[in-house]
């Protein structure tokens, strides 16, 4: 079974651009949750995404956003970059069928965002 | 405010030693998920435990979950080189899917 995929897993931009992160998760996970991990705060949880909608959402500017797509492929997008958004960004998948916490995340291995 | 405390941040011992990293929080959580992760890669589960007081084992490692649910523990019994890694612990709430909070992670360096 195919697992999380990540695209592109490295990724160079300036300051002031915007930049699109791609999720495949697991077949027949509908939940898509993503994180950006970085050494100081480690990792911090975005934004959830179940059967289109966003389901939660964490404690981060509104430049960033994302989206699901039907087939349960998300994108997360960040405008206005900032020296401060270099991170690591994963993305995680589970089942999750009916909305309860304890279900496994899957994670993929992440898009290395550098801002210069 | 970091929700879940985990500790040590730094482990570096020797081959065949045994160590325990605790996670450790004021909260309640439904579960509480253990991740490795390897450098350039994502994390990895290890473990989900879910009831109180539950014990998991996993070859030479053992989870715990504490009996309120606040707290868990990982142990390594006789550790090798391979158990090298980042050892994460994340804790889940009720009904919010898939959200996860995670502790800030122990590095864990086992020498031959």
């Known amino acids: 079974k195919a697992g999380v995929t990540q695209t592109p897993r490295y990724l160079i931009k300036t300051r002031g651009q915007q930049v699109t992160l791609s999720c495949s998760p697991i077949s027949g996970h509908r939940s898509v949750s993503w994180y950006q991990q970085t050494p100081g705060q480690g990792l911090q949880f975005l934004f959830e995404?179940?059967?289109?909608?966003?389901?939660n959402k964490g404690n981060f500017p509104g430049r960033f956003s994302g989206r699901q797509f039907s087939n349960s492929r998300s994108e997360m997008n960040v405008s206005t970059l900032e020296l401060g958004d270099s991170a690591l960004y994963l993305c995680?998948?589970?089942?999750?069928?009916?909305?309860?916490?304890?279900?496994?995340?899957?994670f993929g291995d992440g898009t290395r965002l550098s801002i210069l | 405010t970091q929700l879940l405390e985990q500790s040590p941040q730094f482990l570096s011992i020797q081959e065949g030693e045994n160590l325990t990293v605790y996670c450790n929080s004021s909260?309640?959580?439904?579960?509480l998920q253990w991740y490795r992760q390897e450098p350039g890669e994502g994390p990895v589960l290890l473990v989900t435990v879910v009831t109180g007081g539950e014990v998991k084992k996993l070859k030479r490692l053992t989870f715990q979950f504490g009996d309120a649910r606040k707290d868990s523990s990982l142990h390594i019994t006789a550790a090798q080189p391979g158990d090298t890694g980042l050892y994460l612990c994340a804790g889940a709430r009720y009904n919010q899917g898939g959200k996860l909070i995670f502790g800030q992670g122990t590095e864990l360096s086992v020498k031959p």
């Open positions: 995680a998948s589970s089942a999750d069928p009916r909305g309860y916490s304890n279900q496994p995340q899957h």
């Open positions: 909260s309640v959580f439904s579960s």
């Open positions: 995404y179940f059967s289109e909608t966003q389901r």
